[in-house]
């Protein structure tokens, strides 16, 4: 086992003043320290109350030419570059506190970022890093021709092709992502652009910050800038450090390799909300390793007390874990000594699907008789729907149960939803509904 990595913050406040490229604005920028588990909050000191938003990818509003967040009517433009340097220098916790609505732009590039993250110090704190592990490929492909596709690794590697229009400027680069890495080869890659798609922004006066300055501006085969280039393949450099930033809004250190083929904003952050799904699908599914007692579950003895049924037919034998009082998991542990192995079927035991549903049935019920607070009825099953078998349980498994009830009217019907996991896999689902009798 590697040690446990842990989380980062700035070791203390440091800023940073320029313009924003989109209105030109003088902007100052402070990053500050902030607890475990904080994550990256922007902070628009500008505003009334001070609203902060945390840079999550249900956050994200707009990805054309940058990358937009916001809540209610709060928005902060062009996060992807700070966002970069956070994640690869390894800043975990932090407040990105401004008084305008995006970032100074800088040369358009993460160096200025870096050099503000290294004033400011980086500082372990006590908790470990959540990551994200890739377990299986996963990925996202636009008509345009952008496809992102990340597979197993026990490293976050990016390996990208950047080709622009006629695969001018094609360019291909592949590292793994390290602070030293970053700082070195990839921070001072900068923004570059099309002439062509600048030239209506221009003439809108959409980017009064932008100029030669903060950015590279493709013309046909010539290359304007202020400064010749810093690497020959200075555009593939830039279109990772944009892939690192706009994938820090997952919220979790990736451990996987990134393969980019023309990737843009769009592609980048329809990855991350790809990964967030499975990583929310994930969490549901969690169920602990170890079985607790205790505390927050009830043990065989208390589910006696709640539950008519009785051998053979009692399904449950602990619950481990109550969330909220609607929604609970309980344990059934499956021998070979169960009754129906002997007929279900002899020579290959299978576990009954029914016998899966009665299971949640008992779960959901324990639920319902804390809430109604009694005993003395009985649940009778009124309807399943929604019944999905999708992989056989044997002898020798553990089926963890969750229940949770959406819809109760009044005390005599209530709706389950429920699935039964057995080594971190679906193995059943239903949605049940009761009715409740006196005995
Ligand atoms: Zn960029």
């Known amino acids: 086992m590697p040690a446990p990595e842990f989380q980062y913050t700035v070791a203390k406040t440091a800023s940073l003043s320029g313009t924003a490229l989109h209105t030109g604005d003088k902007v100052t920028l402070k990053l500050q320290p902030a607890p475990v588990d904080h994550g990256i909050k922007f902070k628009r000191k500008d505003l009334q109350d001070e609203p902060t938003i945390d840079a999550k990818i249900e956050n994200l509003k707009t990805v054309e030419r940058a990358t937009t967040i916001g809540e209610g009517s709060v928005r902060v433009h062009t ?209 602990p390793r170890t079985i607790p007692s205790g505390d927050g579950g009830l043990d065989p003895d208390q589910i006696l007390e709640i539950l008519p049924h009785r051998f053979p037919f009692l399904m449950v034998d602990r619950i481990i874990s109550f969330e909220t009082e609607t929604k609970c998991v309980g344990v059934k542990t499956v021998t070979i000594n169960e009754p129906f192995f002997q007929g279900h079927f002899p020579g290959h035991p299978v576990m009954p699907g029914v016998m899966q549903i009665e299971a949640m049935a008992q779960v959901a019920s324990i639920l319902l008789f804390k809430l109604a607070k009694t005993t003395s009825r009985i649940g009778y099953f009124m309807s399943a729907d929604a019944v999905k078998f999708r992989k056989p349980v044997l002898p020798g498994d553990t089926i963890f149960v969750h229940a949770e009830l959406t819809k109760s009217r009044g005390e005599r019907l209530a709706k389950a939803k429920c699935h039964c996991v057995v080594n971190d896999a679906v193995v059943s689902e239903a949605e049940l509904m009761f009715t409740f009798l006196d005995k």
């Open 79 to 287: 996060v992807e570059h700070i966002l970069s340097a956070l994640s690869a220098m390894g800043v975990d916790n932090a407040i990105v506190e401004m008084d305008a609505n995006e970032p100074p732009i800088g040369d358009g590039s993460a160096q200025p970022y870096v050099d503000l993250i290294k004033r400011a110090g980086v500082t372990a704190q006590e908790e470990p890093r959540n990551f994200f592990d890739v377990r299986e490929p996963m990925h996202v492909e636009t008509k345009t021709g952008a496809l992102l596709v990340v597979l197993p690794d026990n490293k976050f590697r990016i390996s990208c092709t950047q080709a622009g229009p006629n695969n001018r400027f094609t360019q291909f680069l592949s590292m793994e992502v390290t602070p030293a890495y970053f700082e070195r080869e990839i921070a001072p890659a900068r923004t570059f652009v099309y002439y062509e798609d600048v030239k209506p922004l221009m003439d809108k006066n959409l980017i009064k910050g932008g100029s030669l300055e903060n950015a590279i501006v493709v013309r046909g085969d010539a290359v304007l800038s202020k400064e010749p280039l810093r690497f020959n393949d200075e555009f593939v450099r830039h279109k990772i450090l944009d892939i690192i930033g706009d994938l820090a809004l997952v919220g979790r250190r990736i451990r996987g390799h990134v393969v980019a083929v023309k990737p843009g904003h769009a592609t980048n952050a329809d990855l991350a909300r790809l990964i967030v799904r499975e990583q929310t699908r994930r969490s549901a599914l969690a169920a």
